[in-house]
């Protein structure tokens, strides 16, 4: 039986948060929990996750670490440790989802392998209407997203195609590369296997390749969830990438040596003792 504890990472950013939550709110099936994993932000976003617990009828946790910087790789391992469900579904704090969501990830979710969802790009522009509730995507009609499109305020309109399984999902299966954590699933015991994320990354950057690659390399292998689970990313400015030069040694060494377990990982990470 598949438990979704959906681990939604989050800084800084209320009103996106707020429209993530909405959407997860509006499942056609609700998640076994969702998790805030939130990486130092302040009371605007506590607050909102406390007036969102007495609307979302499956629990909803907040988890919070000091701010000290981007860590959200110890952040996502703080969400899965506190979690109970047995799949894990990491989600962006400012990726909304559509009504099938979660029910599209069930039916996807297969022993032995990681889901990589899609995901439409919004402009600044759609993303201020959404954040300051003045529009819903999710209830476009299919002319409205053309005219979206016409006017720049998403990349792509393909990935909201709906398509069954089948062996078309499996031809990437140790593809590592596009592999990102704003949408992506993994069995929980697969992700303790290799001791989750590894908290050496910190500042923007890599550490979802690197889980990725850990992964592949303990035999889960990659599924597309393409065409059955699009997110609206909502717009954001570009992170820091002060720190971009050691994450991309810390990754390469992953792949030089094939890697399986994270150095600083879940497992001998503070979170558990």
């Not at 201020?128 to 009609?141: A, I």
């Not at 005219?147 to 299966?173: E, Q």
């Not at 908290?199 to 979802?208: A, K, L, S, V, Y």
Request: hydrophobic letters at 40%; charged letters at 25%; proline letters at 3%.
């Amino acid at each position: 039986m598949v438990n979704i504890s959906v681990i939604v990472t989050t800084y800084q950013r209320p009103k996106a948060l707020d429209a993530v939550l909405k959407s997860l709110s509006l499942q056609t099936k609700l998640p076994a929990e969702i998790i805030v994993a939130d990486d130092g932000s302040g009371q605007d976003t506590k607050f909102l996750i406390k007036s969102w617990q007495s609307k979302i009828t499956c629990p909803l946790v907040h988890v919070w670490q000091e701010d000290k910087g981007f860590r959200a790789a110890r952040a996502r391992n703080l969400g899965v440790a506190s979690s109970k469900g047995n799949y894990l579904v990491f989600l962006d704090g400012d990726c909304i989802v559509f009504p099938d969501f979660i029910s599209r990830h069930m039916a996807l979710a297969e022993i032995g392998y990681i889901v990589m969802g899609s995901r439409i790009l919004c402009s600044e522009a759609l993303t201020s209407r959404v954040e300051n509730n003045k529009l819903w995507p999710c209830t476009f009609t299919l002319k409205d997203w053309l005219t979206s499109l016409v006017k720049n305020d998403i990349n792509r309109i393909y990935p909201l195609l709906r398509l069954p399984d089948g062996l078309w999902r499996k031809l990437r299966t140790k593809k590592w590369l596009g592999i990102r954590t704003f949408n992506l699933a993994v069995w929980k015991n697969d992700f303790y296997a290799v001791n989750g994320f590894d908290e050496q990354f910190e500042g923007w950057g890599h550490e979802d390749a690197d889980l990725a690659i850990r992964l592949i390399n303990n035999s889960i292998l990659r599924k597309d969830g393409q065409f059955a689970l699009p997110v609206l990313h909502l717009w954001h400015s570009e992170n820091d990438r002060n720190n971009e030069k050691d994450n991309k040694s810390y990754l390469a060494s992953s792949i030089k040596s094939r890697k399986i377990k994270a150095i600083k990982g879940i497992l001998n990470s503070k979170i558990n003792k």
